[in-house]
């Protein structure tokens, strides 16, 4: 029996042969991730043990959750990593005015490729995917073992194979295609799987498109998601990759616990209703909205800029909407503000942010007032996930998000432009 690309990288990294789903394996590390939520925590442990950081090349400690600080509890806790970095000559450490969203900063810095075994402190690690990593969230003090030893112990994931055809029509988006699945098979459909992208269709996506359906694999319960790293993958990392590429391909008679296949071309614009991503709709009754935001780690990118600029060029924010947009990056910051789209932004009536999860998780930059409703480009929904607990996420691509802006209601590209 064959191995699924995941199963190929693991083995790699565990200097195996050959491994299959439920086996228990100890692998090196290319990269271990953490942010200033989760470093704290994981330099405690660190501390604890009396060690030392084993290879401060492979480490990447980026300060995006609440930077610039928004209190002193938040400011004491980048301070604390920011000591640490400095104590241990982590290379690879990103605080304001160098910082960007970390699963948007990492790859755009060549940090992260195909063929690459990584960790991170934070569930949306999965991103890596899209260059045909094997990329997986972990807990503060795996991360904190991983410092220390650079390896992590891993069990092998069972596989569902997600076959594409055709190609995303007009104004459909990689979320849509992420949000259907994950409206497809459910929140725990994948649940500790690896979600393998394969078919003709895949070469119709973006890099960004992969990006972001990668993002949300842990929506679907995933170990990971998974892209194989083909001509549009080589592409980007070209001039950026830090390393050498290592492509792995499945083999014909790799063993999957499922099939899914998906024709792009039929998918329509989706939106995750609260509170749960699972709970999708392509059709809905007219619901009124306070709030949009643009950016995350799963649509910050100058793609999903772009694609909301298409839709705000020379049209206003509905009167009683907050649209806020938060370039993942600085260097997406500067790409916006060169193809003019800042402008486009602000006089339409939107605010630009510098890079931040900010909102995403309730942090700050947008925090929900009781009662009200967001259109959000971000990847979660939960009972009080962006403020209070009787705040309404509808999680969205970025068309969807600034054409609800304009309208000041859910609406779809389509409408604005009809």
Known sequence: MGMTMTQKI????????????????????????????????????????????????????????????????????VKRTRDFAEK??????????????EHALLPE??????????????SHTCTYGALGAFSTG??????????????????????????????????????????????R????????????????????????????V??????????????PADETALAYMKGRFLREPKIYKADADADYESTIEIDLSALKPTVSFPHLPENTKTLWENIPIQQVVIGSCTNGRISDLRQAAEILQGRKVHKGVRCIVIPATQDVYLQAMREGLLETFIRAGAVVSTPTCGP????????????????????RNFVGRMGHVTSEI??????????????????TAEEVLS
């Open 394 to 411: 509808y999680l969205a691509s970025p068309y969807t998000a600034a054409a609800s802006a304009v309208l000041g209601r859910l609406a």
């Open 10 to 77: 693991l083995a790699a990294h565990a200097g195996l042969p050959f491994v299959e789903a439920g086996q228990l394996i100890e692998a090196e590390l290319d990269l271990a991730l953490a942010n200033d939520i989760t470093a704290p925590v994981a330099v405690g442990e660190v501390e604890k043990a009396g060690g030392c950081v084993k290879c401060r090349e492979k480490i990447a400690l980026v300060m995006d959750h609440f930077t610039p600080n928004k209190d002193i509890k938040a400011a004491e806790q």
């Open 138 to 183: 972990v807990g503060s003090t795996d991360l904190a073992a991983a410092m220390l030893t650079q390896k992590c112990w891993f069990k092998v994931p069972a596989a569902i194979k997600i076959v594409l055809t055709g190609a995303l029509p007009k104004y459909v988006t990689g979320k849509d295609l992420i949000l259907h699945i994950i409206g």
């Open 214 to 227: 990668c993002n949300m694999a842990i929506e679907a319960g995933a170990k990971n998601g998974i892209f």
């Open 109 to 122: 810095k060549g940090l992260v490729g195909a063929g690459d075994c990584v960790i991170g402190a934070d």
């Open 360 to 379: 995403c998780l309730g942090g700050h930059m947008g925090i929900l007032a009781a009662g009200e409703k967001c259109v959000s480009t971000t990847n």
């Open 185 to 212: 098979i459910g929140v725990d459909g994948a649940l500790y799987k690896s979600m393998e992208f394969t078919g003709d269709g895949v070469a119709s996506l973006s890099i960004d498109d992969r990006f972001t």
């Open 88 to 101: 241990e000559g982590i290379v690879h450490f990103y605080d304001v005015g160098e910082m960007g969203i």
